[in-house]
């Protein structure tokens, strides 16, 4: 979780430098913008647009830590604050992201939003059923185990 919360200032870091450097080839590090090698005006306008924005991989990582986080948040509380942290990072990404380097995201309607909130909304439940196992669990937080000596015995925990 830690390393998917830093992932959008690395994806903030190529999204500049790949096309920068793909600028600075195609005019031979001239700084002239009109110097060019492309011999088409469709290559050259592909090359200093934005790239195109893609919103399904941005729901995908939502639902990714929402899940995460709820499956395993009550055996490790510090899931928590890493989730927040992570979409207190992804909003910040995603806002210059928008601003500086993608072109006009496309007009959607409401269906993406409403089936990301479909997906998430099951991970409580999740949450409390993964929750009482863990907490009640007396091999989990006090470190003690049974061995079973027969395989008809039963688990003592």
Known sequence: MLI???LPYITIG??????WLKRKLDNKFSGDVYSTKKTAMAQYKELYS?????????CAGVINIVWVTMFYGVGLPILFP??????FNQYICERITISFMVRLP???DDTLTNN???KCKWAPLLLMMNGYWMLSNQEIFNNSYDYIGVITDNMKS
């Not at 934005?50 to 941005?58: E, M, P, S």
């Not at 890493?82 to 979409?87: D, S, T, Y």
């Open 14 to 19: 190529m999204g500049f430098g790949i096309p």
């Open 4 to 6: 998917s919360s830093l």
């Open 50 to 58: 934005g790239a195109h924005y893609v919103i399904h991989f941005k």
């Open 106 to 108: 496309p007009a959607l």
């Open 116 to 118: 990301l909130v479909l």
């Open 82 to 87: 890493l989730a927040a942290f992570n979409f």
